[in-house]
């Protein structure tokens, strides 16, 4: 279900259409890389359009969902 509403985002986010960022200058931000259906796009967490917000927030789920503490084995 979560991969379903990833692709969906992506889909929506139409990453064709996101102009390339200018020059990093966060120290202490996120970069991201993100290749999907032939587009690659590079970009610090402060340039993330709103409409990409939905493909980060359903990737840092479905990151959290298989980080989750292993159960103490006794």
């Known amino acids: 279900r979560r991969i379903r509403s990833l692709q969906q985002s992506l889909s929506r986010a139409d990453l064709g259409s996101i102009p390339p960022a200018g020059p990093g200058g966060c120290a202490d ?6 290749r999907y259906g032939g587009h690659h796009i590079e970009l610090e967490e402060v340039d ?11 990737l840092d789920a479905i990151i959290s969902a298989h980080l989750a503490a292993p159960t103490a084995r006794g």
């Open 29 to 34: 931000c996120y970069a991201y890389d993100l």
């Open 48 to 58: 993330v359009p709103a409409r990409l917000r939905a493909v980060f927030d359903t």
